[in-house]
């Protein structure tokens, strides 16, 4: 089994003390590949540095929402040269968070707005950070149109999902579909088009059921899967195929590239 967990920030200070281990385990579950979202500016150098050390870590470049006050006057110009000279899987987090109060939407705006440009010109997908917003993200992904991508822990309904699909984008499921609670979002999971769906922790953050209260990890992608599955009444194996494929070709992940994994590979 290949998966890959499209939404994991394992290059924060959280991971300092175990990174290697944590990523060994992964990989034992089946995790081939990683694809790593950048918050801010200063973390780019270290983020590329580390997905440069190993197979099957990919980098994504981009300012979070969230983390406004980071980022100064010429840091989307900085991302367009990064972008150039190091060619990431992608642009991102990047989006509009109107649920963290005190977050200037003006500001946002003008920030979302100018990496999607240079995702645009660079003709790369984008991950896309939503909350309480999709329906301006809509409306600007409709006026600056990027490769597709993936709306990351997608929580919005069933018609703005599909306005997301019809735009290119898959729509990402993490821990909260392990939790009973999450009766909407397991209902979502269940009903949408298996082709839109691809996997993610989001570690550390968001954890699963069965790690409750603790940091999340690649490692448990699988619980993931397991409840995807089980809400969609589907075969684990089948699900894992089909979601990895998603996420390769939204990403433009070439299966070649990742690591052989004979290991996990389900018997003939
Ligand atoms: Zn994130």
Redesign the pocket.
């Known amino acids: 089994m290949e998966l890959i967990d499209t ?1 994991c ?1 394992l290059d924060v200070m959280e991971f300092d003390p175990d990174r290697d281990s944590v990523l060994g385990r992964a990989r034992a579950v089946g995790v081939v590949g990683l694809v790593i ?1 950048a ?1 801010h500016r200063a973390g780019w150098p270290w983020l590329l540095e580390y997905c440069a050390s190993g197979p099957g870590l990919y980098p994504a470049l981009g300012l ?1 929402p969230v983390y406004l006050d980071e980022h100064g006057e010429d840091d989307i110009r900085a991302l367009e040269s990064a972008i150039a000279t190091r060619r990431p899987l992608a642009v ?2 990047i989006g509009l968070d109107f649920f963290v109060r005190d977050l200037d939407r003006d500001r946002q705006q003008a920030l979302f707005e100018g990496q999607l440009q240079v995702a645009r010109a660079a003709n790369l997908p984008v ?1 896309l ?1 939503v909350r309480r917003a999709h329906e301006p993200v809509l409306a600007t992904l409709r006026r600056i149109r990027v490769p597709g991508g993936i709306a ?2 997608f929580s919005g309904g069933i018609e703005e999902a599909r306005r997301y699909i019809d735009l290119g984008f898959k729509l990402g499921f993490g821990g909260m579909l392990t939790f009973e609670r999450s009766t909407k979002l397991r209902r979502l999971a269940a009903e949408l088009p298996v082709e839109a769906l691809v996997l993610e922790t ?1 570690a550390p ?1 968001l954890t699963v059921a069965s790690h409750r209260g603790e940091r999340n990890s690649p490692e448990y992608l699988p619980d993931v899967l397991a409840s995807l599955a089980e809400v969609r009444q589907a075969d684990p194996g089948e699900l894992a195929a089909i979601t990895t494929a998603n996420a390769r070709a939204v990403l433009g992940i070439s299966a070649s590239v990742l690591p052989a994994n004979e290991a996990n590979a389900d018997a003939p």
């Open positions: 939404h920030h979202p918050i979070h991102g987090e991950l950070h990351h822990a989001d953050d």
